[in-house]
T-cell receptor
Framework: KNEVEQSPQNLTAQEGEFITINCSYSVGISALHWLQQHPGGGIVSLFMLSSGKKKHGRLIATINIQEKHSSLHITASHPRDSAVYICAVGNTGTASKLTFGTGTRLQVTL | EPEVTQTPSHQVTQMGQEVILRCVPISNHLYFYWYRQILGQKVEFLVSFYNNEISEKSEIFDDQFSVERPDGSNFTLKIRSTKLEDSAMYFC???????????FGPGTRLTVL
C-alpha cells in the first residue's frame, strides 16, 4: 500500500512569493499527479508526470523517482492561486487506481 | 473545452434509501472513475470502469455500491442502502487511457440523514 505524504499541510504566502509544496510516497509508482481543489470543492488536474520536470505557466512540477519525491512550485504567486493542492500517485501494477495525499492548503494574501 | 458533468450537485437522503449519482464523462474518454471525499479527509478511490466492466475497486466499494454505464453517455454510481457514513462529496472522473491525466467533475455532495 502506498503512503502519500505532503508538506506543509498549510501554507500562507504573500503575493509574489515563490512557493514549494512537497510530496513523498513510499512505494514505486507509474505516475504522479498534482491536482488543485478549489474552495467550492471542484478538482482540476494540473500535471501528470513520471519523470523529470513539467512546466505550465507559473507552475512547475518535478519528480525524483529514486528519492520517491515530487515538488510543485508556484512562481510569482497570486491570490487566485489560493486552493488546496493535492498529490496523487498511480501505483505500479494497477491501471488506474490513485492514492491521494491529504493536500496542502495554500492561502496567498495581497 | 469539454468537461465532465455531474448531477445532482447536492443530494439529501434518508438513511437506508437508495441513491443514484450521475456523471457524463468527456465524450471520447474510455475510462471512468468514482472517488469520494469525506468532509475534512483525503480523496479516496472507489472504482474504475472500462469496456463496460469494473477494472479496479477499493475495499470501500462493497456490495452496497454498483456502477453502470446505462447508455453511451452516462456513468452512474448507485448506493443501495445509504448509511450515515456515506455522507461525502463524490467525484466522477474520466480519461482517454489508463495512466494519463484524469478529468474530474464538479462533484455531488451527498448528505445522509
Amino acid at each position: 500500500k502506498n503512503e502519500v505524504e505532503q508538506s506543509p499541510q498549510n501554507l500562507t504566502a504573500q503575493e509574489g512569493e515563490f512557493i514549494t509544496i512537497n510530496c513523498s510516497y513510499s512505494v514505486g509508482i507509474s505516475a504522479l499527479h498534482w491536482l488543485q481543489q478549489h474552495p467550492g470543492g471542484g478538482i482540476v488536474s494540473l500535471f501528470m508526470l513520471s519523470s523529470g520536470k513539467k512546466k505550465h505557466g507559473r507552475l512547475i512540477a518535478t519528480i525524483n523517482i529514486q528519492e520517491k519525491h515530487s515538488s510543485l512550485h508556484i512562481t510569482a504567486s497570486h491570490p487566485r492561486d489560493s486552493a488546496v493542492y493535492i498529490c496523487a500517485v498511480g501505483n505500479t501494477g494497477t491501471a488506474s487506481k490513485l492514492t491521494f495525499g491529504t493536500g496542502t492548503r495554500l492561502q496567498v494574501t495581497l | 473545452e469539454p468537461e465532465v458533468t455531474q448531477t445532482p450537485s447536492h443530494q439529501v437522503t434518508q438513511m437506508g434509501q437508495e441513491v443514484i449519482l450521475r456523471c457524463v464523462p468527456i465524450s471520447n474518454h474510455l475510462y471512468f472513475y468514482w472517488y469520494r471525499q469525506i468532509l475534512g479527509q483525503k480523496v479516496e478511490f472507489l472504482v474504475s470502469f472500462y469496456n463496460n466492466e469494473i477494472s479496479e475497486k477499493s475495499e470501500i466499494f462493497d456490495d452496497q455500491f454498483s456502477v453502470e454505464r446505462p447508455d453511451g453517455s452516462n456513468f452512474t454510481l448507485k448506493i443501495r442502502s445509504t448509511k450515515l457514513e456515506d455522507s461525502a462529496m463524490y467525484f466522477c472522473a474520466s480519461s482517454q487511457a489508463p495512466r494519463v491525466a484524469q478529468y474530474f467533475g464538479p462533484g455531488t455532495r451527498l448528505t445522509v440523514l
